[in-house]
Nanobody
Framework: HVQLVESGGRSVMAGGSLGLSCAAT????????MGWFRQAPGGEREGIAV????????????YYSDSVKGRFTISHDNAANTLYLQMNDLKPEDTAVYYC?????????????????RGQGTQVTVS
């Protein structure tokens, strides 16, 4: 069955960097979208980054929310079937539980929180 397992969340100082990983198994699509969304305490789920695993070559099929654009980078290792999120210049408002998610399509940032497959989440705290 499908499994998405995030790792890498921890506490970090404002202005610092952090990398998250998401190992995926048994995604039942040959071509699919993977993304990250986050949820702060008391807040709504926010899609922040998505990548088209079937078309991305050199970054052409990656999309970001305005809140993280220029600071976060999403990438995907097709061979390892692992999704990454490199987060730079972290701010206290980035504090949240971060989830990876996967679905067939569409590859839209705002759609990521509704993707059919998601992991258990990893906590990122910025202070």
């Amino acid at each position: 069955h499908v499994q998405l397992v995030e790792s890498g969340g921890r506490s970090v100082m404002a202005g610092g960097s952090l990398g998250l990983s998401c190992a995926a198994t048994d995604i039942p699509y040959r071509r699919y979208c993977m993304g990250w969304f986050r949820q702060a305490p008391g807040g709504e789920r926010e899609g922040i980054a998505v990548i088209d695993t079937g078309l991305d070559r050199g970054g052409g099929m990656r999309y970001y929310s305005d809140s993280v654009k220029g600071r976060f980078t999403i990438s995907h290792d097709n061979a390892a079937n692992t999704l990454y999120l490199q987060m730079n210049d972290l701010k206290p408002e980035d504090t949240a539980v971060y989830y990876c998610a996967a679905a067939g399509y569409p590859c839209r940032v705002e759609a990521v929180p509704g993707y059919e497959y998601r992991g258990q989440g990893t906590q990122v705290t910025v202070s």
